[in-house]
C-alpha cells in the first residue's frame, strides 16, 4: 500500500479540509448576492489585516501576473528602479523590468546572503529611483530580505516608492503595508494563504495609488489599476470574470488567520520554521540561507557528501513526502522544504520522520532519527 503522499514544496502548500469544502461548493454567478458580500468581506479583510488605507485587489492569475500588475501601475518605460535581489526570482523581477524598458540598478547577494541594508541607502543617496524592488523570501535560496529595515531607509515621505514581492511571505512572516513603508505588497494565494493556486493579490497603498493617477492610461490591459478598482469597490460590476470558488477559498483561509491572529500565526510561523531547521541540522544536513536571515515559510536543504539528489526525492516521495528541487547553481545540491500556511505538527513530525527514514534508506552513516527525540520527550 501506497503512503499518502504530504505535498511540502514551496507552494502550492497542504490545503485544509475547509477550504477543499469552499473550492467544492456549487458555482454561483457572479453577480450572486451572496457572492458579492463574500467578496466584498475578503477585500476588507485584507486590507484591514494588512493595514493599508489604500487599496487591494483580487485578480485571477499567479503571483507572477502580480509581479507585473505592480510595477506596469506605477512605472514607466524608461524611468529609474533599484532592483535588490537575494536570488532567482529576485532576478525575475529584472526580467521583467528589462521586458518594460526599465533604466534599472541591481544590488545582488550571495545566494544563502543579503544584500546589506546600509548599500540600499547608499544607493538611494546616489540616484533618484522611482521604485526599489524587493522580494522578502526569495525560493531559490530561504533568504528573508529585512523589509522593515528597507521601508525605514526609504521613509514615507520619498518620492521613491516601495514595491514588495511577498509571494513566498506574505500570512507568515510580518508584514503590513502602511505602517512599514510598504506602497505595493503582492502574493499569490497557493503559498501561505494554503488557498489553491489562481489568485493574484496585490495591496496598493496611498502613495501608490496617487502614482497611479499620475500616469494616466497605461498600455497593460487586463492588470490595469483602473480597469479593476471599480469591481474591487462593487465586486457586483464587471470586468474580467472572478474566481468564485478560490474568493470563497480566500475567505475562509482569512476566517482561520483571524480566528488564529495573524501576529500569532507570524509567531507560529516562527517557532515551526526554527524547529525544523534545528532538527534537519542535527540530522546531518546544511542550510543554504544564513542564520540571520532565514524565511520562516521554507528550508532550502543542503545534502551530507555522497546524499545524490534524484535518488534522495525518489524515496522521499515513497516515504510520502514530496519536496523541490534546488534552482540555478545549487541544483542537485539541495532540497526545498516548504513549512508555510496551515500545516500541524502531526504535519511537520510526519514530514521530518520520512525524512530521517529516507536519509538511512540514501546509506548515510550517522543516526538521522536521534534528532527527532525531542518531539517524544
Request: net charge negative; glycine share 10%.
Amino acid at each position: 500500500m501506497k503512503n499518502e503522499k504530504l505535498v511540502m514544496i514551496p507552494g502550492p502548500t497542504p490545503v485544509v479540509p475547509s477550504i477543499q469544502r469552499e473550492m467544492g461548493r456549487k458555482t454561483a454567478a457572479f453577480k450572486d448576492p451572496d457572492f458579492v458580500r463574500d467578496f466584498k468581506e475578503v477585500l476588507a479583510d485584507l486590507k484591514s489585516l494588512w493595514q493599508t488605507k489604500g487599496e487591494v485587489f483580487v485578480v485571477p492569475g499567479s503571483g507572477t501576473l502580480a509581479m507585473e500588475m505592480a510595477v506596469s501601475n506605477l512605472i514607466k518605460t524608461g524611468e529609474k528602479v533599484l532592483l535588490v535581489t537575494h536570488g532567482y526570482f529576485g532576478d525575475r523581477f529584472g526580467e521583467i523590468c528589462e521586458r518594460k524598458g526599465y533604466d534599472y540598478d541591481i544590488l545582488q547577494s550571495e545566494w544563502g546572503s543579503i544584500v546589506d541594508p546600509a548599500r540600499i541607502e547608499e544607493a538611494l543617496a546616489k540616484n533618484d529611483y522611482r521604485a526599489v524592488l524587493v522580494t522578502h523570501v526569495d525560493t531559490s535560496t530561504g533568504v528573508k530580505a529585512p523589509v522593515e529595515e528597507i521601508g525605514e531607509i526609504i521613509g514615507s515621505a520619498s518620492d521613491t516608492l516601495y514595491i514588495v514581492d511577498g509571494v513566498c511571505a506574505t500570512a507568515a512572516e510580518r508584514e503590513y503595508v502602511d505602517p512599514m513603508n510598504i506602497d505595493i505588497l503582492l502574493t499569490g494565494s497557493q503559498k501561505a494563504f494554503g488557498v489553491p493556486p489562481g489568485l493574484a493579490i496585490v495591496w496598493a497603498g496611498p502613495r501608490a495609488m496617487e502614482r497611479r493617477k499620475e500616469l494616466g492610461q497605461i498600455r497593460e490591459y487586463y492588470v490595469d489599476f483602473d480597469k479593476w478598482l471599480p469591481i474591487m469597490h462593487d465586486p457586483g460590476k464587471y470586468f474580467a470574470t472572478p474566481a468564485v470558488n478560490l474568493v470563497w477559498a480566500l475567505q475562509e483561509s482569512l476566517r482561520i488567520i483571524k480566528d488564529e491572529g495573524l501576529e500569532a500565526r507570524f509567531t507560529r510561523h516562527r517557532q515551526d520554521a526554527r524547529i525544523i531547521q534545528d532538527t534537519l541540522l542535527e540530522m546531518g544536513f546544511g542550510l543554504l540561507a544564513e542564520k540571520h536571515c532565514r524565511a520562516v515559510t521554507l528550508s532550502n536543504v543542503l545534502y551530507p557528501e555522497g546524499i545524490d539528489d534524484e535518488e534522495f526525492r525518489e524515496k522521499l516521495v515513497e516515504e510520502g513526502v514530496v519536496v523541490a528541487g534546488g534552482l540555478g547553481e545549487y541544483a542537485g545540491k539541495l532540497f526545498r522544504l516548504g513549512h508555510m500556511g496551515n500545516i500541524d505538527q502531526h504535519i511537520i513530525i510526519s514530514t521530518l520522520a520520512a525524512i530521517a527514514r529516507t536519509l538511512k534508506r540514501c546509506g548515510f552513516a550517522g543516526e538521522p532519527g536521534k534528532a527527532l527525540n525531542k518531539y517524544f520527550q
